[in-house]
């Protein structure tokens, strides 16, 4: 097992880990850049490094100055996270030539699975369901135009280094397809710097349903069940509950059925999450895989009962995964809501500023992760994620009683600051929300004031 475990993020995913590390008896340290002096992981990590000034590509993407405060703290493993360093291939190989652990896949799994055009190909190999489009990235306009015609419209172009919801363009219109396919190359240049992109067949009404998986070095994997992320703006997701309301039970058997063959398939090792898109019927297609930790891990542990980021910890040791499939019972309902520092009002745009009142909820069964605290100023140069509400209930109609409840106790104030907490509470009281048959279109539908019909959902069968 590791001495000392080095945590190469910051905000809420950074105070996550440092709690895990703690009780399993392990050396934190924490890295920090000048605007993150004043975190609440520099004050609850057993050492702490500045890295850097603000910007990110100066501080938390630097692998130089991570691996030096590795170097000079005798850090012996290196947790990544979510964002920044967590699904670079290159950083893992220099942990790695370095004789420090990087605690998620191995680099070459990182590689394969991190061009989302590849693997598209990778996985329908493996008997994996995907949508139409191109396993390869498309360079020419003449080959996308090609492309296009083949598959028809909708249809969506996507950055084959993206993630996070980022770099992704939605196209109905053929006469604005080689502008869009212009426009989205260069946007994948300035976010990933690289401009390679992919097409696929666009859903207009879909269900965003992932799988957690987790597996080891010895050829063992399970999953943890599914979670709905359907609550999206900007295809970056906002509400995230397990199980997945209203889905039959013989397609989520086949979905994560579909997770553990695609991961062991691949030689993956650690926790992953592969995302699909759920149409109607008993459709389901693989968008991609996350070769991370998702920021919605919480409703997973809250149903299982398994602390993701220990197992990820005792995987990377060299340890045997301790559970078996049968191990995993979930029960209940678990919910997440992400209280960002965002004004839905002016279309989520970020609202940074000191924290002049903080107050978040308790009580039964209910979990905040956050790095906020009252006179906290949030930063201007990161994700605009402040905390993860999370609650379970014995079933999802006590679950988003309590989600209403603890979003009521929050009190977020400050100069200028404004939350998606309201937002938030609106959702849960959404006719479509509550009746399980939204998708991927609710935020549209919640903004443009549109009521569709609102039948109950079937339940599983």
Same mark, same amino acid.
Request: glycine share 10%.
């Given at each position: 097992?590791?001495?000392?475990?080095?945590?190469?993020?910051?905000?809420?995913?950074?105070?996550?880990?440092?709690?895990?590390?703690?009780?399993?008896?392990?050396?934190?340290?924490?890295?920090?850049?000048?605007?993150?002096? #004043?975190?609440?992981?520099?004050?609850?990590?057993?050492?702490?490094?500045?890295?850097?000034?603000?910007?990110?590509?100066?501080?938390?993407? +630097?692998?130089?100055?991570?691996?030096?405060?590795?170097?000079?703290?005798?850090?012996?493993?290196?947790?990544?996270?979510?964002?920044?360093?967590?699904?670079?291939?290159?950083?893992?190989?220099?942990?790695?030539?370095?004789?420090?652990?990087?605690?998620?896949?191995?680099?070459?799994?990182?590689?394969?699975? /991190?061009?989302?055009?590849?693997?598209?190909?990778?996985?329908?190999?493996?008997?994996?369901?995907?949508?139409? /489009?191109?396993?390869?990235?498309?360079?020419?306009?003449?080959?996308?135009?090609?492309?296009?015609?083949?598959?028809?419209?909708?249809?969506?172009?996507?950055?084959?280094?993206?993630?996070?919801?980022?770099?992704?363009?939605?196209?109905? #219109?053929?006469?604005?397809?080689?502008?869009?396919?212009?426009?989205?190359? &260069?946007?994948?240049?300035?976010?990933?710097?690289?401009?390679?992109?992919?097409?696929?067949?666009?859903?207009? +009404?879909?269900?965003?349903?992932?799988?957690?998986?987790?597996?080891?070095?010895?050829?063992?994997?399970?999953?943890?069940?599914?979670?709905?992320?359907?609550?999206?703006?900007?295809?970056?997701?906002?509400?995230?509950?397990?199980?997945?309301?209203?889905?039959?039970?013989?397609?989520?058997?086949?979905?994560?059925?579909?997770?553990?063959?695609?991961?062991?398939?691949?030689?993956?090792?650690?926790?992953?999450?592969?995302?699909?898109?759920?149409?109607?019927?008993?459709?389901?297609?693989?968008?991609?895989?996350?070769?991370?930790?998702?920021?919605?891990?919480?409703?997973?542990?809250?149903?299982?009962?398994?602390?993701?980021?220990?197992?990820?910890?005792?995987?990377? &040791?060299?340890?045997?995964?301790?559970?078996?499939?049968?191990?995993?019972?979930?029960?209940?309902?678990?919910?997440?809501?992400?209280?960002?520092?965002?004004?839905?009002?002016?279309?989520?745009?970020?609202?940074?500023?000191?924290?002049?009142?903080?107050?978040?909820?308790?009580?039964?069964?209910?979990?905040?992760?956050?790095?906020?605290?009252?006179?906290?100023?949030?930063?201007?140069?990161?994700?605009?994620?402040?905390?993860?509400?999370?609650?379970?209930?014995?079933?999802?109609?006590?679950?988003?009683?309590?989600?209403?409840?603890?979003?009521?106790?929050?009190?977020?104030?400050?100069?200028?600051?404004?939350?998606?907490?309201?937002?938030?509470?609106?959702?849960?009281?959404?006719?479509?929300?509550?009746?399980?048959?939204?998708?991927?279109?609710?935020?549209?539908?919640?903004?443009?004031?549109?009521?569709?019909?609102?039948?109950? &959902?079937?339940?599983?069968?």
């Amino acid at each position: 097992m590791f001495e000392s475990v080095l945590i190469a993020n910051r905000g809420e995913i950074a105070v996550r880990i440092a709690r895990t590390c703690r009780e399993m008896g392990l050396r934190t340290v924490a890295v920090y850049s000048t605007v993150d002096r #004043d975190s609440a992981v520099v004050r609850l990590a057993d050492e702490a490094v500045q890295i850097g000034p603000g910007p990110s590509r100066r501080s938390y993407l +630097s692998a130089p100055a991570i691996i030096e405060a590795a170097r000079r703290t005798g850090a012996d493993a290196i947790h990544p996270g979510y964002g920044f360093l967590s699904e670079d291939p290159d950083f893992a190989e220099i942990c790695e030539a370095d004789g420090i652990t990087f605690i998620g896949p191995p680099p070459a799994v990182m590689a394969a699975l /991190g061009d989302k055009a590849r693997t598209r190909g990778i996985m329908a190999g493996l008997g994996l369901p995907v949508l139409p /489009g191109t396993t390869d990235a498309v360079e020419s306009a003449a080959d996308a135009r090609a492309v296009a015609e083949e598959i028809g419209f909708p249809l969506i172009i996507k950055a084959v280094a993206g993630g996070g919801g980022r770099g992704v363009r939605v196209v109905r #219109d053929p006469a604005s397809f080689l502008g869009e396919f212009a426009s989205a190359r &260069a946007e994948a240049q300035l976010l990933f710097g690289d401009n390679r992109v992919y097409i696929e067949r666009y859903l207009e +009404s879909a269900r965003h349903v992932e799988v957690q998986v987790l597996t080891d070095r010895y050829g063992n994997g399970i999953h943890l069940g599914e979670r709905d992320c359907s609550v999206q703006r900007r295809h970056q997701k906002l509400i995230e509950e397990s199980p997945a309301p209203g889905l039959p039970q013989h397609m989520v058997d086949r979905m994560t059925a579909a997770a553990v063959t695609g991961a062991l398939g691949v030689g993956y090792v650690g926790a992953g999450t592969f995302e699909f898109l759920v149409g109607g019927g008993d459709d389901f297609h693989l968008m991609e895989v996350n070769c991370r930790l998702q920021v919605e891990h919480p409703v997973s542990e809250m149903v299982t009962g398994v602390d993701l980021v220990r197992q990820q910890i005792l995987v990377a &040791a060299g340890e045997r995964l301790a559970l078996t499939q049968a191990d995993v019972t979930p029960r209940g309902t678990a919910i997440e809501c992400r209280l960002n520092v965002e004004d839905p009002a002016r279309g989520f745009v970020p609202t940074p500023g000191e924290l002049t009142r903080f107050d978040l909820p308790a009580g039964p069964f209910v979990r905040v992760d956050t790095h906020g605290y009252a006179g906290y100023r949030v930063p201007a140069d990161y994700d605009s994620l402040l905390a993860k509400v999370v609650v379970w209930a014995p079933d999802r109609t006590q679950a988003l009683a309590r989600m209403a409840r603890a979003l009521d106790e929050c009190a977020v104030e400050g100069p200028g600051v404004a939350t998606t907490r309201d937002f938030l509470r609106s959702t849960l009281d959404h006719p479509l929300f509550r009746a399980a048959k939204h998708d991927t279109s609710l935020v549209d539908t919640m903004l443009t004031g549109l009521q569709p019909d609102t039948t109950e &959902a079937p339940g599983r069968h």
